[in-house]
């Protein structure tokens, strides 16, 4: 049970879940190259329906992978780097000590 209890401080899997789905990877990468979109700015270059890209860029944001900026009627997302590289670091950091120390 302890070494259950240690995994589960290597990061959190809704944020890993929610980021490792194909069309938000795809959002991502469009919001990599193209900064703070709106989502009529976003959805134009998809396929899927403009609510389900809504749906998507919620969750994003719920889990802290994007942030959003309410101007007026306009929303803005953009991608929250610092906390992904956050999460990242604070993963592999756990993942070290783990496999340094033979604690599965």
Known sequence: MKNQ???LECGDFEF???LFD???IEILKFL???RKKNITEIAENFTQDRSVISRHLELMNRY???NKEKLSRITLYEINSEYILEEFETT???SKEY???KIY
């Open 99 to 101: 496999i340094k120390h």
């Open 32 to 34: 990599t190259i193209n």
């Open 22 to 24: 194909s069309v938000r």
């Open 64 to 66: 802290k992978i994007l």
């Open 92 to 94: 592999t950091k756990a």
């Open 16 to 18: 890993y879940r929610t």
């Open 5 to 7: 209890n240690k995994l």
